[in-house]
T-cell receptor
Framework: AQSVAQPEDQVNVAEGNPLTVKCTYSVSGNPYLFWYVQYPNRGLQFLLKYITGDNLVKGSYGFEAEFNKSQTSFHLKKPSALVSDSALYFCAVRPLSGGYQKVTFGIGTKLQVIP | DGGITQSPKYLFRKEGQNVTLSCEQNLNHDAMYWYRQDPGQGLRLIYYSQIVNDFQKGDIAEGYSVSREKKESFPLTVTSAQKNPTAFYLC???????????FGPGTRLTVT
């Protein structure tokens, strides 16, 4: 069975500092990985995805994520955090191959950027 | 604007009543999904549909029902059989069931 672990319930970072939100996954075969962001009482917004190719993926709002196959990780990063980045972040995975495949979401990590 | 709409944003019901949550998309996506979000549990899949007139149970389908009579619409009914219906419900869609999901703004259901 596939799974996603987001080991930190909350990450606190000072504005202007780099941020990392951690994600590790388990899936059969090659992974198709996603990061989403959720602001309070809103739906999820897609940030970025990894399919194949370069291990560093760039996405929306200056976010990027690093895929590490040996560590089965897909950590979300940003060089300089903004207060407006404060939100709930979800990592998700599905198998890359095949037609429809179920997507499994992590439980989310709350990012708090401190002014 | 293209996107997914959910209505209403807030919904209050008494125990024992069925309630239907609306989800409409104008993205021309084939696949649509319903998730339930509870604090500390992430998103759990209730039902999904890959094509009109077909849908499949997700991980927590008991007490819920859906229909997919039109490509654009995927309403969710929360029945009185759902033991703990109070939650935030999210609808999503993808193009041909692949790629990133597009989410609606959600409906917060409170049952007392």
């Amino acid at each position: 069975a596939q799974s996603v672990a987001q080991p930190e319930d909350q990450v606190n970072v000072a504005e202007g500092n780099p941020l990392t939100v951690k994600c590790t996954y388990s899936v059969s075969g090659n992974p198709y990985l996603f990061w989403y962001v959720q602001y309070p009482n809103r739906g999820l917004q897609f940030l970025l995805k990894y399919i194949t190719g370069d291990n560093l993926v760039k996405g929306s709002y200056g976010f990027e994520a690093e895929f590490n196959k040996s560590q089965t990780s897909f950590h979300l990063k940003k060089p300089s955090a903004l207060v407006s980045d404060s939100a709930l972040y979800f990592c998700a995975v599905r198998p890359l191959s095949g037609g429809y495949q179920k997507v499994t979401f992590g439980i989310g990590t709350k990012l708090q950027v401190i002014p | 604007d293209g996107g997914i709409t959910q209505s209403p944003k807030y919904l209050f019901r008494k125990e024992g009543q069925n309630v239907t949550l609306s989800c409409e998309q104008n993205l021309n996506h084939d696949a649509m999904y319903w998730y339930r979000q509870d604090p500390g549990q992430g998103l759990r899949l209730i039902y999904y549909s890959q094509i009109v007139n077909d849908f499949q149970k997700g991980d927590i389908a008991e007490g819920y029902s859906v229909s997919r009579e039109k490509k654009e619409s995927f309403p969710l009914t929360v029945t009185s059989a759902q033991k703990n219906p109070t939650a935030f419900y999210l609808c999503a869609s993808t193009d041909r069931g692949r790629g990133e999901q597009y989410f609606g703004p959600g409906t917060r259901l409170t049952v007392t």
